[in-house]
């Protein structure tokens, strides 16, 4: 996995500012609660399965030489709070490919990390302060 460190910026009302690296995005929610100038954090979190999947999909195929023209994936929460990703698999693959391929998405590092118990370590940490002007 990546040893970035990502950094989350407070903006205006619940708007966020994520720094990766030398990329910024904007997490935020939708209004009335948010300003809606950025994907949910949830979003955010799915849009990394997805990036992953797609990722790993096309990187098998790719090195196993498989006629994969273009790989699709859809994520969401249903109603009861469950991921469900669609995988949508292009090209003149055997079944036995797809099937594979199938296999080879849900081995990704973000789904790995999804679907096992993770241990979340919150470190509070003390910011310094700027003087006080004399």
Not at 95 to 102: G, S, T, V
């Amino acid at each position: 996995m990546n040893t970035r460190i990502v950094t989350v910026a407070e903006g205006k009302q619940l708007a966020r500012s994520v720094a990766i690296g030398t990329h910024r995005l904007t997490a935020d929610e939708p209004e009335p609660v948010g300003t809606d100038t950025g994907p949910t954090p949830g979003e955010l979190l799915l849009a990394a399965l997805g990036a992953c999947t797609s990722m790993a999909v096309r990187a098998y195929a790719q090195r196993h030489e498989w006629p994969l023209d273009r790989v699709d994936v859809a994520v969401r929460f249903d109603a009861q709070g469950q991921v469900v990703k669609n995988i949508g698999l292009v090209g003149e693959l055997t079944p036995a490919q797809r099937d594979h391929l199938l296999v080879v998405a849900g081995r990704c590092p973000v789904h790995r990390l999804l679907t096992k118990d993770v241990t979340i370590i919150t470190v509070p940490t003390l910011l310094a302060e700027p003087a006080p002007l004399p």
